[in-house]
């Protein structure tokens, strides 16, 4: 059985980049239909998780300043 489309895009994992500039910071990847967000760096190392992707970003970008 396949799922209607719409369903099956909501469940894919997506994958954003983060960058200030030229330079990539990390990445966020979504979960659970776009209720969780996993913040990873450069290294490809879990920041953590999240609730909003603003949030994810945030660490990123203080994982970062360190």
Known sequence: MSLPR???ER???RMLSVCAGQVCLGHILTRDRG???QAY???DRLIGSFDS???AADALAKA???
């Open 6 to 8: 719409t369903t099956a």
């Open 11 to 13: 469940n894919t994992p």
């Open 35 to 37: 209720k969780s967000w």
């Open 41 to 43: 760096d450069q290294s």
């Open 53 to 55: 992707q603003s949030a």
């Open 64 to 66: 970062v300043q360190r």
